[in-house]
Structure formats: structure tokens, C-alpha cells
T-cell receptor
Framework: AQKITQTQPGMFVQEKEAVTLDCTYDTSDPSYGLFWYKQPSSGEMIFLIYQGSYDQQNATEGRYSLNFQKARKSANLVISASQLGDSAMYFC?????????????FGQGTTLQVKP | DTEVTQTPKHLVMGMTNKKSLKCEQHMGHRAMYWYKQKAKKPPELMFVYSYEKLSINESVPSRFSPECPNSSLLNLHLHALQPEDSALYLCASNPGQGIREQFFGPGTRLTVL
């Protein structure tokens, strides 16, 4: 069965510093997709970054980068130059490889607080 | 138009009421989803519609009834809910090939008294 694990319930980071949020996954499917979403207190889920299992390079989107280590089954999110607006809950998710429904399996989430 | 909209933003209802949540997208996406999210927990998938047909029902109680009248619109009809059904209900859409990200709406915060 597919599983996503986020072991950090909460994290603190100083403004302008970089922070890494951990995510490990488990799947026997060779084709899968990994996602990170940000959820501010307002509730909306904001897509941040995507990594496909066959992608050769680590994904980057602005200040977000994904440290993809396939052999270790980890997909950590790195946020560079943290801003106060980065304070939110962050979810790692994996797309169910079966079929084309795009079903997402989420980790438990990490709450990030950025200190001024 | 690159967004998913949801109405209402907030809803308070009694256990005997009937209400509906609405979700709309005009991105031509052919897959739409309902998720339920309790506070400080990840979203839990409820239903998936693919090309306007129900493709996944995650054993959701019958007091929740989804409907997809057309490719742009997704409804969730609520009847005889329980206080434990109070949660954030999120709608999402995807182009339909299971590719890349799902686009989420802002959610409806539901309180059942």
C-alpha cells in the first residue's frame, strides 16, 4: 500500500533563512508523482511543486526546491530565504499510480512558523 | 479563468437541514474531487468524478450525496448530518489524465449544530 510520512509536526525558522521539510514515501509502483502543497490558515490548498518518479533532475519553483532521493524514497521540500508569509501548514502528497483518477495520498503535514 | 470556486464560504446547519455545497471550474478539467478536512489533519478523499461520472466513492455515508450536472460544476448535497461532520470541505479539479497537480478551491467551512 502507498504511504506518505511527514515526521515533523512543527518547525520554526528565522526569517530569511532556509528550511527543509521532510517527506518519505512508500510505493511499489514504478510510476508515481510527488507533490507539496501549502495551506495557510485561510484553508486553501496551494500547489507548490511537483516531482515525477522518472524526472532526472530535482524540481525547482522559485524559492521552492524538492530534494528527491529515489533510493531513499524521500522528497524533502527546501524553502530558501523564508518569509513571514511562508508560515502555514505544508503537506506532502503522492499521486496514486493506479489508473487516471489522480487520487492523492497526503502525509500528516508540518506546521511551519517563520520568526521575524 | 484558472481557479476553482466554492460556495458558500461558511455554512452552519442543523442536523435536520438539507443544504448543498457548490464547486465550479472553467479550466476544462475533466476530473473533480471532494475532500473532507478536519482541523490540523490532512484532507481525506470523499468522491472522484471523471468525465462527469462517479469513479470513486471512498465509502462515504449516504447523508453526503455528490452530483456532477456538467463538466464545470460539482455539487455536494447534505442531509441529516451529524456534528462530527463539521469540517472544511475542499473541492479540486485536474485535467483528467491523472497528470500533475490538482487545483483546489478555497473550501467551505461547515458547522453542524
Amino acid at each position: 500500500a502507498q504511504k506518505i510520512t511527514q515526521t515533523q509536526p512543527g518547525m520554526f525558522v528565522q526569517e530569511k533563512e532556509a528550511v527543509t521539510l521532510d517527506c518519505t514515501y512508500d510505493t511499489s509502483d514504478p510510476s508515481y508523482g510527488l507533490f507539496w502543497y501549502k495551506q495557510p490558515s485561510s484553508g486553501e490548498m496551494i500547489f507548490l511543486i511537483y516531482q515525477g518518479s522518472y524526472d532526472q533532475q530535482n524540481a525547482t519553483e522559485g524559492r521552492y526546491s524538492l530534494n528527491f532521493q529515489k533510493a531513499r524514497k524521500s522528497a524533502n521540500l527546501v524553502i530558501s530565504a523564508s518569509q513571514l508569509g511562508d508560515s502555514a501548514m505544508y503537506f506532502c502528497a503522492m499521486r496514486d499510480g493506479a489508473g487516471n483518477t489522480g487520487k492523492l495520498i497526503f502525509g500528516q503535514g508540518t506546521t511551519l512558523q517563520v520568526k521575524p | 479563468d484558472t481557479e476553482v470556486t466554492q460556495t458558500p464560504k461558511h455554512l452552519v446547519m442543523g442536523m435536520t437541514n438539507k443544504k448543498s455545497l457548490k464547486c465550479e471550474q472553467h479550466m476544462g478539467h475533466r476530473a473533480m474531487y471532494w475532500y473532507k478536512q478536519k482541523a490540523k489533519k490532512p484532507p481525506e478523499l470523499m468522491f472522484v468524478y471523471s468525465y462527469e461520472k462517479l469513479s470513486i466513492n471512498e465509502s462515504v455515508p449516504s447523508r453526503f450525496s455528490p452530483e456532477c450536472p456538467n463538466s464545470s460544476l460539482l455539487n455536494l448535497h447534505l442531509h441529516a448530518l451529524q456534528p462530527e461532520d463539521s469540517a472544511l470541505y475542499l473541492c479540486a479539479s485536474n485535467p483528467g489524465q491523472g497528470i500533475r497537480e490538482q487545483f483546489f478551491g478555497p473550501g467551505t467551512r461547515l458547522t453542524v449544530l
